[in-house]
């Protein structure tokens, strides 16, 4: 049932295009705005609904509301997830430097008060499946930072620091290594009851991420294993989609430990052999010199190395 908007709720005047219902100019919730940035920031409706702090269903119908007011599609739906559409990346751009320049001039207008707010460019499975789950764990230590993860171009500038996956070898940046990764095959429990052996994988069952070093060639020579074609199976250009694909059943993924370690750790997700694989890149904390001597780009980083060690320590 499409939401009725209150007389209190918030507007934005937009001009939407000129299409079947719909009129010259609209006025649109700032709630149904704040939904989409954040979905197609995180890449996630679940991440933008722990963000805001309401369920996914509601962040999935303030944009469903928000496509039929601009009569546009924001993103494509299919059943492993959600992915923006070539407008909806532009319009998420947009939207991303105005809540931006709202949030400056508010600091502004409050000589900045004693709240700080952290923009930090991270890849969007890293953010969804990582950082998402420990929000909590950092607004409590910090809750004078309004920390903004963003997997968009957001500008020269508007970027406090970044979390990135590669070699820690970046010109002109400070870099200080998170963590690497662990690579096994990972699927869900009713796929891995039908595996006798790791020899017996079969090429069109394999789920690939490309972009990694270590993929399932590599890993296959490092568990000695031949002759299976590897260019067979279903491919996906972000690692949040082929974990839900695993998880649904349809096939076996080429898990790194960062990125599923809830799904292990729930049951979701199993892994049925034993060899692993070190990654040979990682994740790491990157900043300017200039950005990293701010109070807020450090604490954010002295966090998240905190984290990583309460995690290897067992801690959640």
Same mark, same amino acid.
């Given at each position: 049932?499409?939401?009725?908007?209150?007389?209190?709720? /918030?507007?934005? $005047?937009?001009?939407?295009?000129? *299409?079947?219902?719909?009129?010259?100019?609209?006025? =649109?919730?700032?709630?149904?705005?704040?939904?989409?940035?954040? %979905?197609?920031?995180?890449?996630?409706?679940?991440?933008a609904?722990a963000?805001?702090?309401?369920?996914?269903?509601?962040?999935?119908?303030?944009?469903?509301v928000? &496509?039929?007011?601009?009569?546009?599609?924001?993103?494509d739906?299919?059943?492993?997830?959600?992915r923006?559409?070539?407008?909806?990346?532009?319009y998420?751009?947009d939207?991303?430097?105005?809540?931006a320049?709202?949030?400056? %001039? @508010?600091?502004?207008?409050?000589?900045?008060?004693?709240?700080d =707010?952290? =923009?930090?460019?991270?890849p969007?499975?890293f953010?969804?499946?990582?950082?998402?789950?420990?929000?909590?764990?950092?607004?409590a230590?910090?809750?004078?930072?309004?920390?903004?993860? @963003?997997?968009?171009?957001?500008?020269?500038?508007? =970027?406090?620091?970044?979390?990135?996956?590669?070699?820690?070898? $970046?010109?002109?940046?400070?870099?200080?290594?998170?963590?690497?990764?662990?690579?096994?095959?990972v699927c869900?429990?009713?796929?891995?009851a039908?595996?006798p052996?790791?020899g017996?994988?079969c090429? *069109?069952?394999?789920?690939?991420?490309?972009g990694?070093? /270590?993929? $399932? +060639?590599? $890993?296959?020579?490092?568990?000695?294993?031949?002759?299976?074609? @590897?260019t067979?199976?279903?491919?996906? +250009?972000?690692?949040?989609?082929?974990i839900?694909?695993?998880? &649904?059943g349809?096939?076996i993924?080429?898990?790194?430990? @960062?990125?599923?370690?809830?799904?292990?750790? *729930?049951?979701?997700?199993?892994a049925?052999?034993?060899?692993?694989?070190?990654? *040979?890149?990682?994740?790491?904390?990157?900043?300017? %010199?200039?950005?990293?001597?701010?109070?807020?780009?450090? %604490?954010?980083?002295?966090?998240?190395?905190q984290?990583?060690s309460?995690?290897?320590?067992?801690?959640?």
């Amino acid at each position: 049932m499409p939401l009725v908007p209150s007389r209190k709720r /918030e507007y934005l $005047w937009v001009r939407a295009r000129k *299409s079947k219902g719909a009129m010259p100019a609209e006025r =649109v919730p700032l709630n149904w705005l704040r939904a989409f940035e954040a %979905a197609a920031r995180l890449g996630s409706f679940a991440a933008a609904a722990a963000e805001l702090h309401v369920t996914p269903s509601a962040i999935s119908q303030h944009i469903r509301v928000l &496509e039929q007011r601009l009569a546009k599609d924001l993103f494509d739906r299919h059943a492993n997830g959600v992915r923006l559409t070539g407008p909806g990346r532009r319009y998420a751009e947009d939207l991303g430097r105005a809540f931006a320049l709202i949030e400056e %001039a @508010t600091q502004k207008f409050n000589d900045r008060g004693a709240r700080d =707010v952290l =923009v930090v460019h991270v890849p969007t499975s890293f953010a969804s499946q990582w950082i998402a789950p420990r929000l909590d764990l950092f607004r409590a230590s910090h809750p004078n930072i309004d920390l903004r993860l @963003t997997a968009l171009d957001q500008g020269q500038g508007k =970027v406090d620091a970044e979390i990135r996956y590669g070699w820690g070898n $970046w010109p002109r940046q400070e870099a200080v290594l998170l963590m690497r990764d662990e690579i096994f095959p990972v699927c869900a429990p009713k796929v891995a009851a039908e595996l006798p052996s790791a020899g017996a994988l079969c090429g *069109s069952d394999l789920l690939h991420v490309p972009g990694y070093a /270590e993929d $399932w +060639d590599a $890993w296959l020579a490092h568990a000695g294993i031949a002759d299976i074609d @590897t260019t067979a199976g279903a491919a996906f +250009d972000q690692s949040i989609m082929a974990i839900r694909a695993a998880i &649904e059943g349809k096939g076996i993924l080429l898990g790194r430990s @960062t990125l599923i370690e809830r799904e292990l750790r *729930s049951g979701l997700l199993v892994a049925p052999f034993k060899e692993r694989l070190q990654s *040979s890149g990682g994740y790491w904390f990157v900043a300017s %010199a200039q950005k990293v001597k701010m109070p807020k780009v450090s %604490a954010f980083q002295d966090w998240l190395l905190q984290t990583v060690s309460a995690a290897g320590a067992g801690e959640h």
